[in-house]
């Protein structure tokens, strides 16, 4: 019998241990010409379904960038034969939105980062449908001539606000920014100086009046304002009292500011008009619903504005615009201003904004029909059964490295609209199974990534060291399924 070496013996010392093959680099020569690798059958359906010229463009960039790997020494030659699948991968990801849909699991219903409102099913078909055929954007179809695009909203408006004008332009800071220039442009405007607000994007008010031509005179203080400091501010060169709704923001305790109704009979006295920025604009009384009530541009009217602002992608639950409605002779003055045509609203927020408006005709359906409405009121009990149903299958996702747990939580209205005060809601808590706090940062930007990497996106929040999954925003009929669907992925990806 032959017995092979034993451990310890000489030839078993002289027995070398197995290593790794040195890996094989690519040169610069390996790789194949541009034309060369389009005529590779697994290109050419490429081709087929995008074109030669963006295919093209695309495989000279990954030729290049695979040259300098090849010059540097990093591009092994395993890795050629995988260049068709990176050419098409290059153009699937090329061609990818930007812009894309994802799940909002933060617990603000108007997220600014997230596109705030949501449109109703009438605004989303509104535009589908005008969109893709021409349309009566400046024609008037009664006359059979040449109309004014503000035409297919201004009833609406007035009707809802009993304003005798309205006009709209593409954000509400281009309707501060338009109406201060048309009104005030080259004298004096007067402000609370606990009015002199900056919201989201540094848009500061001090600015906006010097970039819209106004001077800017301030009057009180920051926590207090009377009626007199109005009365002794104005002089020859005054043209207009501006008035703005801190919704962003509150100051409390020795606190004082003079109301719209208060400060119109000494806007008429001296002759100057009275206009109301409110930023976020809601045209229902939201506190027929338990919430939290905002001014409405009808109420700021019936006081005795002249001109109002408002936006109309916070609690109206349009498209982004900036709304103004008053007095007819103001608005006049307002539409033919210069630079209104530079801040002029498109026809697809034309067409939105005309559909969300047609919904408050019927104020009774607006909590089904609005998407903002129907959120803000969802009832608490029915997220918390949404919850209980999810639970077990978001542990499933994430075990064994999280553990999940369904909790009360508090969410926010947002966006500049009412951003202090808070919303009932319930969600899924899901905490790091670590034995202390060393990596829990580590696990719950992991557990961010990976949620973010999804086909359909889930935003979450970070509190108390815990991700928070608040799902009043998540629809149950609309993107439940999609949330489940994809858990799989997730947990593959954290496995």
């Not at 541009?34 to 963006?54: P, S, Y």
């Not at 031509?213 to 301030?218: I, R």
Request: net charge neutral.
């Amino acid at each position: 019998m032959v017995h092979g070496p034993t451990a310890g013996s000489p030839a078993a010392a002289s027995v070398p241990a197995p290593t790794a093959a040195p890996a094989v680099h690519a040169v610069p020569k390996d790789l194949p010409s541009v034309d060369r690798l389009l005529r590779d059958e697994a290109v050419t359906h490429l081709m087929a379904r995008h074109g030669h010229a963006f295919v093209a463009a695309q495989a000279r960039r990954l030729l290049d960038a695979w040259r300098r790997r090849a010059i540097d020494g990093t591009l092994a030659a395993h890795e050629l034969r995988h260049l068709p699948a990176e050419l098409e991968r290059r153009c699937e990801q090329r061609l990818a939105p930007r812009m894309r849909r994802v799940i909002n699991l933060t617990g603000t219903v108007l997220h600014t980062n997230l596109g705030r409102a949501l449109l109703a099913d009438e605004a989303l078909q509104q535009v589908l449908a005008c969109m893709a055929s021409p349309n009566n954007l400046e024609f008037d179809l009664a006359r059979g001539e040449r109309g004014d695009r503000d035409d297919l909203i201004e009833s609406l408006l007035c009707e809802i606000t009993g304003a005798e004008a309205a006009t709209v332009v593409n954000n509400n800071a281009a309707a501060v920014l338009l109406g201060i220039a048309a009104l005030a442009g080259g004298n004096e405007a007067i402000v609370s100086r606990g009015e002199l607000v900056e919201i989201g994007g540094a848009f500061r008010m001090p600015d906006v009046m010097t970039a819209a031509g106004a001077t800017l005179v301030e009057v009180g203080t920051t926590n207090r304002t009377h009626a007199r400091d109005y009365q002794a501010a104005i002089g020859p060169a005054t043209a207009l009292l501006l008035k703005v709704h801190t919704s962003n923001y509150a100051i409390q305790g020795f606190t004082s500011s003079v109301s719209e109704a208060e400060l119109a009979p000494i806007a008429r006295a001296a002759g100057v008009p009275l206009m109301t920025d409110l930023g976020s604009g809601s045209l229902v009384d939201l506190a027929q619903w338990g919430l939290p009530s905002e001014p409405l541009p009808q109420a700021m009217l019936a006081d005795g504005c002249d001109v109002v602002t408002f936006s109309g992608d916070k609690l109206l639950g349009g498209p982004q615009a900036g709304l103004i409605v008053g007095r007819k002779d103001l608005v006049q003055r307002i539409r033919k201003f210069p630079m209104k045509r530079a801040l002029r609203l498109s026809k697809l927020p034309l067409a939105a904004l005309e559909a969300t408006l047609r919904l408050y005709l019927q104020p009774d359906r607006l909590t089904q029909d609005l998407p903002t409405l129907r959120l803000l009121t969802r009832p608490v009990d029915q997220i918390e059964a949404q919850a209980a149903r999810l639970l077990a299958l978001v542990a499933d996702a994430v075990a064994p490295r999280f553990a999940v747990r369904v909790s009360a939580m508090r969410g926010q209205i947002g966006s500049g609209s009412l951003p202090v005060e808070t919303l009932p809601s319930a969600g899924l808590v899901v905490t790091p199974r670590l034995p202390g706090k060393r990596g829990l940062g580590r696990a719950l930007d992991e557990l961010m990534t990976a949620l973010r990497a999804l086909p359909l996106p889930v935003i979450a929040r970070v509190q108390s060291d815990e991700l928070w999954m608040d799902l009043r925003c998540l629809d149950e009929a609309r993107e439940e399924a999609g949330f489940i669907e994809q858990l799989g992925l997730l947990k593959e990806s954290l496995a």
